[in-house]
């Protein structure tokens, strides 16, 4: 919080001490003891284990490979407060620390804009606020809200990032208050775990059925560590019982899943895949993860070896796709130079 200060007014300065509000992130998020928390390469320093300088970046978070481009992802819980000025002004805040901290210091890297969720358009304006400049390459949501995200009352989010080219990322948890099950809350953190791949596919299923990829057509969405193996009975189901009950969404006119395919990427962390070839091999058979997937560290996160066991049943082309070309297309915006990031590739 300490580094946010300075980009803060002193009224919420004044209204931080007062109140003794904090900024909620990842260390309050997550269990600190569960192995998916903290990767062993992050606790092998000092705590906090998330970098919060580009000094930490450079020194924990050391070049993967040939790594060209990184897109980080700033957590801080924004959806956690209640007080939508308070959260306009934390979600600026956090945006300039990042552009002065980290994308001012390394032309390699690239951010995604933190917005407030309280009312849609702080979350408009600051999109407005961040579009000109390139290294903005997408806007940062929870996929837990208290609305589904098809909603009409969100679309004016979904018509920024449109209009300035930005994909949309929902990440895992999100809004607290909101029940993780439709049966009401859970009593442990696993099960609260388990849950956040059934909101993913509510979220996935209100983006269709509501018609936003319709009425945005050159909108894409990213699916940020919510998994992906789920993909493929929930894209069955939803082809079958469209070609059913279609009237009641007469603006869904293809396949949920051509939608889903042309629209939307998922990240693959976390990789829940089965422990044998074949059973992975399956999978590939029902969904096309060479169109849908792309690389993401989940650093500090350590969700085990899915990657590597999903990547060795792959081709060379595939391989390529899943680790460079499809996240190359899904961010395809300009250097700072106005060069384009990779020549040849445009959005999906």
């Given at each position: 919080?300490?580094?946010?200060?300075?980009?803060?007014?002193?009224?919420?300065?004044?209204?931080?001490?007062?109140?003794?509000?904090?900024?909620?992130?990842?260390?309050?998020?997550?269990?600190?003891?569960?192995?998916?928390?903290?990767?062993?390469?992050?606790?092998?320093?000092?705590?906090?284990?998330?970098?919060?300088?580009?000094?930490?970046?450079?020194?924990?978070?050391?070049?993967?490979?040939?790594?060209?481009?990184?897109?980080?992802?700033?957590?801080?819980?924004?959806?956690?407060?209640?007080?939508?000025?308070?959260?306009?002004?934390?979600?600026?805040?956090?945006?300039?620390?990042?552009?002065?901290?980290?994308?001012?210091?390394?032309?390699?890297?690239?951010?995604?804009i933190a917005v407030s969720i309280a009312v849609p358009d702080d979350a408009v304006a600051?999109?407005?606020?961040?579009?000109?400049?390139?290294?903005?390459?997408?806007?940062?949501?929870?996929?837990?809200?208290?609305?589904?995200?098809?909603?009409?009352?969100?679309?004016?989010?979904?018509?920024?990032?449109?209009?300035?080219?930005?994909?949309?990322?929902?990440?895992?948890?999100?809004?607290?208050?909101?029940?993780?099950t439709p049966n009401g809350f859970t009593s442990t953190y696993f099960e609260d775990y388990?849950?956040?791949?059934?909101?993913?596919?509510?979220?996935?299923?209100?983006?269709?059925?509501?018609?936003?990829?319709?009425?945005?057509?050159?909108?894409?969405?990213?699916?940020?560590?919510?998994?992906?193996?789920?993909?493929?009975?929930?894209?069955?189901?939803?082809?079958?019982?469209?070609?059913?009950?279609?009237?009641?969404?007469?603006?869904?006119?293809?396949?949920?899943?051509?939608?889903?395919?042309r629209h939307v990427r998922a990240t693959t962390a976390p990789a829940h895949l089965p422990?044998?070839?074949?059973?992975?091999?399956?999978?590939?058979?029902?969904?096309?993860?060479?169109?849908?997937?792309?690389?993401?560290?989940?650093?500090?996160?350590?969700?085990?070896?899915?990657?590597?066991?999903?990547?060795?049943?792959?081709?060379?082309?595939?391989?390529?796709?899943?680790?460079?070309?499809?996240?190359?297309?899904?961010?395809?915006?300009?250097?700072?130079?106005?060069?384009?990031?990779?020549?040849?590739?445009?959005?999906?």
């Amino acid at each position: 919080m300490d580094a946010l200060l300075p980009y803060l007014s002193d009224y919420w300065r004044q209204y931080l001490d007062g109140a003794m509000i904090g900024l909620h992130g990842l260390v309050d998020a997550y269990p600190p003891g569960a192995p998916t928390s903290i990767s062993g390469r992050a606790r092998s320093f000092p705590a906090p284990a998330v970098p919060s300088s580009y000094a930490d970046l450079r020194e924990r978070v050391p070049d993967e490979g040939d790594a060209q481009l990184v897109v980080l992802n700033c957590l801080t819980a924004l959806e956690a407060h209640r007080n939508p000025y308070y959260a306009a002004a934390l979600a600026t805040a956090v945006n300039d620390w990042v552009r002065d901290e980290f994308l001012d210091r390394d032309e390699r890297l690239r951010a995604s804009i933190a917005v407030s969720i309280a009312v849609p358009d702080d979350a408009v304006a600051e999109i407005e606020r961040r579009a000109d400049d390139p290294r903005w390459v997408q806007v940062l949501l929870p996929v837990r809200s208290e609305l589904p995200w098809g909603h009409r009352s969100h679309h004016a989010i979904f018509a920024a990032a449109e209009r300035h080219g930005l994909a949309v990322g929902l990440h895992a948890w999100g809004r607290p208050g909101q029940a993780p099950t439709p049966n009401g809350f859970t009593s442990t953190y696993f099960e609260d775990y388990l849950a956040n791949q059934a909101i993913a596919q509510s979220q996935l299923i209100s983006l269709v059925c509501e018609g936003v990829f319709e009425r945005y057509p050159d909108l894409r969405v990213v699916l940020i560590e919510c998994g992906f193996a789920w993909l493929a009975p929930l894209l069955w189901r939803f082809d079958k019982d469209w070609k059913g009950i279609w009237r009641e969404v007469p603006w869904v006119k293809q396949l949920p899943s051509e939608y889903v395919y042309r629209h939307v990427r998922a990240t693959t962390a976390p990789a829940h895949l089965p422990r044998e070839p074949r059973a992975i091999r399956q999978l590939l058979e029902m969904i096309d993860v060479e169109r849908l997937l792309a690389y993401a560290s989940d650093y500090p996160h350590d969700h085990g070896d899915g990657l590597p066991r999903l990547l060795a049943e792959l081709d060379d082309e595939g391989r390529d796709a899943v680790l460079t070309t499809n996240a190359a297309a899904l961010y395809n915006r300009s250097r700072p130079d106005g060069s384009p990031d990779r020549d040849g590739v445009s959005a999906p």
